[in-house]
């Protein structure tokens, strides 16, 4: 008896012993596959974002997808036959027998009335069930899109900051295209273009999140940035003080405000009197090199020279005068809209003004000593573009140039004193401007003869030039630009582009007034001149670049109409199907 | 069997939270699970918990419009691991857990409450689309394909002018193919029905007299071998499913487990013989299934008919006051596995000796 006892207790004892033992191991092993395990869990986390579509494949189609189109077709059926079995059976339940005039006292017309009043209905509350049904679906499907912004965005972060921009840009972009009202969005896509140095790409993305969101400061300080670095100083003066009016203590902005000061004294000091704002302009890529000027790297001579907007006098005994034949010069106005630009001296960098034709310019021996030295203001680098701009001089006749008076120079030589400085505050300009503006008016009437496409270079009395076709977006909204209130010119402009060749020039996103102007171009010019298909072609063309839905959500009711009245017009066309013009229609969202 | 064999259940962790918990579930491939309920003003409360040293640490906290009462990742990926729920007012959803804010995929299924919900296809296991499967009050019991939005694949409802009864648990099973699939789901009045998602039928239906509160098979990507039901008065079958007779159906045994309701059952994934049971009561059951010698064997007309084995019960456990209504093993760790008690604690088990079975 004592022994078995005592056996059992040993059993007991050994049994609790294991039992330890056992949930030792247990909690040992445990530990360890809670290492490995969370390493697993992590790289499944990161791989989230990739793997998805590669298992979607394999799969096994929805089951039923047949039978459910069937059976709705049924349950349609069926739906409308009970709406029919409903009317018939309460005409029948309502029929009272003429004769019996008890029955007759009692009949409630009223409630008759309203029940033929609901038989007729179920229709259409099925109709707006239905209705209902498409609401929430839309529903979802943007809060789904949403969602899948933000995810977008998250992973635009991460490759952020991994230091990969140009991955970052594209989640950014998807994110973008599912959510366009996200201000966060263009805003961080704005912070990749910073940092790869695309400074006019940030800048015009730190606009677009400003105006879906204006009170983002980070989208200010980005943008700040970018026309820092671009030499806005006003404008990014500007910005990063509105970053201070939403968070006083920013030290990035008050920093960047105070280095903004700086530079503005400097550029002050350093004897430019003038306004010294300066935008280079980007090549084609969009890209700023790193020899971009700024403000500080100046050139002394180009600092010190006198205000080139004064065009100076001067005269020259008949003899000396030049035997060669005249040629006219085109004369711009230029800073009548954009802001006022200190013309600057960038050598072999390739940059150029928007815009602004010049002369070329051949080796010249130094002009007579009476003259001020002529600097290197006004001049401007135009290697790539001299035959452009040959092509925009013209030759003109004697007469022509007595009635032209200054702006009309004698030798290539005084082109160079002369050529593109700004022409204010003289006797000339007035002259010039009324010329311009009778021959203006002359083109206008020989536009009808002249339309079909014989370019109107012979036309000497243009004073502005119609700029080659541009091969960039940035090129293209210049030019614009440059030839507002010039209907003529626009359309001459915009014909010589090739439908076809927009979305190829705009491979920057489409700026909404860029958009309005060519649709505005569309209206005035080509509607009189131009057959419908080709204002067909091109408002296809429009449709095709990029961010075109974004502009296009920002069209006003007046341009809308703008819109509207190019499809009234080529409605009536008879070579193009009513389909795709309504197709066309959507998605001008009219 | 020997004392020194028995498998121990220990409780590693325990956590009160400020919330009624309805389920809990790992995620797969990790150490963090997932536990969902009703919060005390009546919305939806949706966690996760990472299991650290003996430690459960919040991992995320979600707030949703609804009380969620039951979710899966049967359906999810293993890249995605996307958690489909059901909630009081008859929404699906799956969900991100990385990005709670919005469901990757909603519907409003039901009517009433979603009472279960079960997923297939996914995890890389078993063998077909994923596919999720919800029981509502309503009496509908309807498969969801992430794919296909708003309409279900498959809805299985009775028939006009019956009674439209409670359906409590519904399950997958029998993926062993990209085609075969079957659906069983449990009812209030007890009725098992097993519907044939190849042939869109009923296969088979029966009534164990008592409400079924839990059924699942103890594999859902073969072919099918045993379904357990548990009922509210205390009992559960288990049923051989790898042989139907023509009229008897499918083979079954009953065990009296708890003295109160058999809230749930859910099988090892590292083996399928040994399931756990929960019980009003707040206690735990393991159990064993040993097969017979023969699993069929002929009848008087030449009929094959399953034969049933035995089922012993391996360990016990009172782990909690009130009634377990979650318990989730983890398909990573043997042994490990997480369960949810009305007295609103969240538990992480450990049961040992289980690789000695």
Known sequence: MASAAQAKAVELQLQMRHNAEDLHDFLRDMEAWEGDIKIRDAQLRGAQAGGDAASAQNLPPVRNKDLRRKKRKKIDNTASDCIENGVKHGKSEARIKSCDYSAWDKFDVEKAAAEADRGSTPECETEEDEDEEVAEQKQYEELRAKQQALIEKDKGNEY??????????????????????????PANRAMAFLKLKKYELAESDCNLAIQLDPSYPKAFARRGAARLALNKLKEAREDFEAVLTFDPVNKQAIAELKKIKEMIEKTAKSGASQTSVTTPRQDAAGIRESTSVSVTTLKPEAAETEPSNVVQPFTRQPHLRS???????????????????????????????????????????????????????????????????????????????????????????????????????????????????????????????????????????????????????????????????RPNLLYQYIKQIAPIAFPQIMQQPLEPDVLYKLLNVLKESYIPHEDKALIFAVLHNLSLVRRFDMAVMFMSTTEKAVARALFDHIASAEDISGASVTALKTKYSL | MAALDK???????????????????????????????????????????????????????????????????????????????????????????????????T?????????????????????????????????????????QKDVPVANMEPVEGENKRDCWTVAFGHAHTQAERCVCAGYDNGDIKLFDLRTMSTRWETNIKNGVCSVEFDRRDISMNKLVATTLEGKFHVFDMRTQHPKRGFASLTEKAHKSTVWLVRHLPQNRDIFMTTGGSGNLNLWKYEYPAQRSRKDDDGHEAGVTGSVSLLQNMTVASQPVAGLDWSPD??????????????????VTKLGRM
Not at chain 1, 455 to 471: G, I, K, R
């Open chain 1, 160 to 185: 952020f900051k991994t230091g990969d921009y140009d991955a970052a840009n594209d989640c950014y972009t998807r994110g973008m295209e599912a959510d366009p009202h996200n201000a966060l969005l």
């Open chain 2, 333 to 350: 760790k043997q042994g490990l596995c997480a369960c949810t008690a009305f007295d609103q604690t969240l538990r992480v088990l450990i």
């Open chain 2, 107 to 147: 519907v409003k299924g039901h009517t009433e409450i979603i009472n279960c919900i079960d997923g297939v296809g996914g995890l890389g296991v078993g063998e077909g689309a994923p596919e999720i499967v919800t029981g509502s009050r309503d009496g509908t019991v309807k498969v969801w394909d992430p794919r």
């Open chain 2, 7 to 105: 498998p121990q259940i220990i409780i590693h962790v325990q956590k009160s939270l400020n919330f009624t918990l309805f389920d809990c579930r790992w995620v797969p491939c990790s150490a963090r699970l997932v536990c969902l309920g009703s919060t005390a003003r009546g919305t939806g409360a949706l966690q996760v918990y990472e299991v650290t040293q003996g430690q459960l640490n919040l991992v995320t906290e979600t707030e949703k419009a609804k009380p969620l009462k039951c979710a899966t990742f049967g359906a999810a990926s293993l890249q995605q691991r996307h958690l489909a729920t059901g909630d009081f007012d008859g929404n699906m959803s799956i969900w991100n857990l990385e990005a709670t804010s919005l469901p990757v995929y």
């Open chain 1, 323 to 485: 035997k060669k034949p005249l040629r006219r010069m085109t004369i711009e106005q230029v800073g009548s809209d954009m802001q006022p630009k200190m013309v600057q001296s960038v050598e072999g960098t390739g940059l150029n003004a928007e815009g602004v034709h010049t002369p070329p310019l051949p080796p010249q021996p130094p002009p007579p000593a009476a003259q001020p030295q002529p600097s290197s203001a006004g001049v401007r680098d135009c290697g790539k573009e001299e035959k452009k701009v040959q092509a925009s001089v013209k030759v003109a006749d004697g007469e022509e140039a007595e009635a032209t008076g200054g702006a009309v120079v004698g030798d290539e030589g005084d082109t160079r004193r002369h050529g593109n400085r700004r022409v204010t505050g003289s006797e000339q300009p007035g002259v010039i401007l009324s010329v311009a503006a009778r021959d203006e008016g002359r083109t206008q009437q020989r536009l009808p003869n002249t339309q079909k496409g014989t370019p109107m270079t012979s036309d000497l009395a243009q004073t502005v030039s119609v700029p080659p076709p541009p091969s960039n977006s940035f090129q293209l909204e210049s030019d614009l630009r440059q030839l507002k209130g």
